[in-house]
């Protein structure tokens, strides 16, 4: 790390791959929220052209908005220049329109919600605008990469590129193989990956893949313990935190991924995988409440409203 600390990861310093020589120039993200801002921050503070897109002007803004408040909270912090805020956001362009955002991109990375058919009909959308040579990525954090896979023509060129929240600042960058992607789609990924900032891991395709699988698990048994009246959440998370050097606690990454998120991954996991998975009764309550973390104001913890 330099200077900048945990924020370094949003300017990349270790880029092996110079961007005059990578195959990758233009890159759409599609979906604005959370986790599709932050992926297209990264990239263009990578000196890319980055194209965000969602599926109204009002929402696209939205996303860039996030990475100004990001990116103004960085330099505030001294952890960035105003320079670097100023180069990340030339390069970041927003728009309501698909075809616009896909035409000409090199690298084509999905962010929507978490729903299979979703995902597909909008890589069956971009088929016709979107360059036969461009990689095509999903950040799903847990649906098959070969069944999303299914709705391209070439599934050579489809992989996962699974992102952490919150993308700027998490170094990992979960590559997952599909049955059918290519040894030089892998490659091209994991270039990318470095040159973003980023430290590529490769998994095959398999329900949760590594990360996804190992964090619900660890996060539902958290929950199972709660509901239990083993321990507090506070104190669980304080047993991670301090016995096991975690930097957060499992059921204050339950909140920050959003309650209804994990209840879709254990669900999912639950029929993928088996009876480990099964989700917790205080999760389905929880959710069925609004208690969806801090994206609501209570989960777990409670979380003051703006």
């Known amino acids: 790390m330099d200077r900048r600390g945990r924020w370094a990861t949003i ?10 020589q990578s195959t990758i120039q233009k890159i759409a993200v599609l979906g604005a929220g959370t986790m599709g801002s932050g992926i297209a921050q990264v990239c263009a503070a990578s000196g890319r052209e980055t194209y965000l ?43 309501a329109d698909l075809d616009l955002a896909v035409r000409g991109a090199d690298l084509v990375i999905e962010a929507i919600p978490e729903k299979l058919d979703l995902k597909k ?5 971009i088929a016709g605008s979107a360059a036969a040579d461009a990689i095509l990525a999903t950040n799903t954090s847990s649906l098959s990469i070969t069944q999303i896979a299914d709705a391209v023509s070439n599934p050579a060129r489809f992989i996962g590129m699974h992102f952490f929240n919150p993308v700027p600042r998490m170094q990992l960058l979960e590559i997952v193989r ?89 669900e999912y996991l639950h029929r993928a995988v088996g009876e480990q998975f099964r989700p917790p009764e205080l999760l389905k309550q929880m959710v069925a409440e609004g208690k969806l973390g801090r994206k609501s104001g209570k989960g777990f913890y409670n979380y003051p409203q703006k």
């Not at 300017?11 to 005059?20: C, D, F, V």
């Not at 960035?80 to 030339?90: G, N, Q, V």
């Not at 321990?231 to 204050?252: S, V």
Request: aromatic share 4%.
């Open 11 to 20: 300017w990349p310093t270790n880029n092996k791959t110079p961007l005059s």
């Open 53 to 95: 897109y969602d599926v109204t002007p009002d929402l696209a803004q939205r996303g860039l908005d996030n990475i100004n408040k990001t990116l103004d909270k960085a330099v505030e912090l001294k952890k960035a220049t105003a320079e670097e805020r100023a180069f990340t956001l030339k390069n970041a362009k927003i728009t």
């Open 121 to 125: 009909s909008v890589f069956r959308r």
């Open 178 to 266: 599909g049955e059918l992607t290519s040894d030089d789609t892998i490659e091209k990924s994991r270039a990318f990956a470095e040159s973003i900032g980023k430290t590529p891991i490769l998994v095959k395709d398999s329900p949760g893949f590594a990360s996804s699988r190992l964090g619900i698990m660890l996060g539902v048994e958290a929950i199972r313990m709660v509901e239990a009246d083993v321990a507090t959440a506070a104190d669980i998370d304080t047993a991670m935190k301090l016995g096991y050097g975690h930097p957060m606690g499992p059921l204050e990454l339950t909140d920050l991924v959003g309650l209804d998120v994990r209840l879709a991954i254990a």
